[in-house]
């Protein structure tokens, strides 16, 4: 029985041996058939697209795009999200060539000039090549546009007014026989200047270079659509990176969690005191290092300066022991949590002692968040005011110590943001009150009281520019006030009084 059973497995083992091969070969051909299928849909999927510009394709990829490309929410003032606005359909017209700018000076500085280069090259349909900011200034920052600005944010928004490419196409290089003409734009100059004077240069040159960008385009006399695409660049093309964006909404969330907060722009950095020659409060040996500090720089003209002059015509910053006793005059208490807009403090801590004294809720950005989050900005001192200008444009209130380039942008994004409170120190007459305070002839209530009067007309309100034919340097800046996009009507007068008011 053994030996039967062993020969029927046997030939069963035959039988079945020939079977396995088959079946493998079988699923074999069919994953290679499938394969095959699958490459050839793919292939033709792709050829159509291409042919056909399919906008089944191109919505996938866009939306790739859109995943990959980390942006911030837009948010309401209550922090609700919002969705983001498409796209406006890209203006069509032919360029007249390329604009380059490298912009020159601080942050906000450079921020302004971007807005102006912007409607420049709309004024006279160019193709700005997105700005090339100062790496040379005293700062000496090495950051790009695309290490501050979301580069991709304010390409894809401004495409309904103005072409904005990265760079200038090789074929226009001077290895292809082009020149790129290098000059500065006169300041303070209207549409007709580049109308007249800097259009026609385009004839000769597909290229041109404005090598110097700061208040080269007026602060009024330009039509309506122009002053108003100013603002659109100001408010809403210029975003910062995402880095910065989330960093400074950490920020404020931490100041906004200990309750409100005064933002005060000590403008009493080493950089501001050398060039201004303010010297107040400062030791002989303080006042040299100053000195020699602005006869290092070739480039700052005016060398020897008088301190007493220069402060007694509200020329100078106020001091950390000034801004002490002018924000308890105002009515600011101990308890008021003020947060240092600067950069590094001259004499840090000794110049801070006095100001600490009176506010023990001093904080700054520093003290606010760890070094591994400020890791990245560090020797980045543009990215580092970006932070500053984020907390101070969110703050309850807003006080610069001297009207430079941050403290008017920041009054104008708070005006922009429905005249959100600002206090705008008259410092020739602070001077005058603190002097006569600090010599004993005026005491402290008398003190306390004209300050408050004399600053209840400094506190922002809506109102037009004032304007000072042929002195551009001396009427209201632009970016202080943009009046003209602050209501949505094209007569005003309800919100700002009469249009002619503020002339001089």
């Not at 390329?98 to 006279?124: E, H, K, P, W, Y």
């Not at 700062?139 to 490419?165: G, Q």
């Not at 400074?248 to 020659?277: C, T, W």
């Not at 304007?467 to 001396?474: G, L, M, Q, R």
């Amino acid at each position: 029985m053994e030996v039967k059973s062993e020969g029927i497995q046997l030939r069963c083992d035959k039988l079945q041996s020939p079977v396995i091969p088959r079946t493998r070969l079988r699923i074999w051909f069919i994953r290679v058939c499938s394969s095959i299928v699958i490459w050839t849909c793919l292939v033709q999927l792709v050829t159509v697209s291409e042919l056909w510009h399919s906008h089944f394709i191109s919505g996938i990829t866009s939306s790739i795009s859109r995943i990959t490309q980390v942006q911030l929410p837009l948010q309401s003032d209550n922090g609700v999200a919002l969705a983001l606005p498409p796209l406006a359909p890209a203006r069509n017209y032919t360029s007249n060539g390329f604009l380059r700018v490298s912009c020159n000076g601080g942050l906000n500085q450079m921020r302004a000039a971007i807005c102006d280069m912007v409607t420049v090259a709309r004024l006279l349909n160019l193709t700005l090549v997105v700005p090339e900011l100062d790496k040379t200034s005293f700062w000496a920052d090495p950051s790009n546009f695309e290490d501050i600005f979301n580069v991709k944010h304010f390409i894809d928004s401004l495409r309904d007014e103005v072409r904005i490419v990265k760079r200038v196409p090789k074929k226009f290089s001077r290895k292809e026989g082009y020149s790129t003409l290098e000059m500065p734009p006169i300041s303070w100059s209207n549409e007709k200047y580049y109308l007249e004077q800097i259009m026609p240069l385009f004839g000769k040159h597909k290229v041109l270079h404005f090598n110097r960008t700061d208040t080269r385009l007026a602060n009024n006399g330009l039509s309506l659509d122009l002053q108003k695409l100013r603002c659109r660049v100001n408010y809403q093309a210029l975003k910062f990176t995402s880095e910065i964006e989330n960093l400074g909404h950490k920020l404020i969330q931490i100041l906004q969690g200990n309750g409100p907060f005064v933002a005060l722009h000590l403008r009493y950095e080493m950089d501001m005191l050398a060039f201004s020659g303010c010297t107040q409060g400062c030791t002989d040996n303080e006042a040299g290092e100053l000195k020699r500090m602005r006869y290092a720089f070739p480039w700052w003209r005016e060398k020897e300066i008088v301190s007493k002059e220069r402060r007694s015509q509200g020329l100078c910053p106020l001091t950390p022991e000034e801004a002490a006793l002018v924000l308890r005059a105002l009515g600011f208490g101990r308890e008021t949590q003020i947060y240092i807009a600067a950069g590094e403090i001259y004499n840090g801590e000794r110049r801070l002692a006095q100001l600490r004294a009176a506010f023990p809720r001093i904080v700054k950005k520093e003290t606010l968040l760890t070094r591994d989050d400020l890791q990245q900005f560090q020797n980045h001192s543009s990215q580092m005011a970006a932070l500053d200008f984020m907390v101070s444009a969110a703050s309850n209130t807003f006080i610069p110590t001297f009207d430079g380039n941050m403290a008017k942008l920041v009054e104008g994004h708070r005006r922009y943001s429905g005249f959100k409170k600002t206090i705008l120190l008259d410092r020739r007459k602070l001077v005058e009150l603190l002097d006569m305070h600090q010599n004993g002839t005026l005491a402290w209530n008398e003190f306390a009281d004209a300050v408050r009067q004399f600053h209840e007309s400094r506190i922002v309100r809506p109102t037009r520019r004032r304007v000072i034919v042929d002195k551009p340097k001396e009427e209201d800046y632009f970016y202080a006030n943009p009046h003209e996009c602050l209501c949505l009507e094209t007569n005003c007068d309800d919100l700002l009084g009469p249009r002619n008011s503020s002339d001089v």
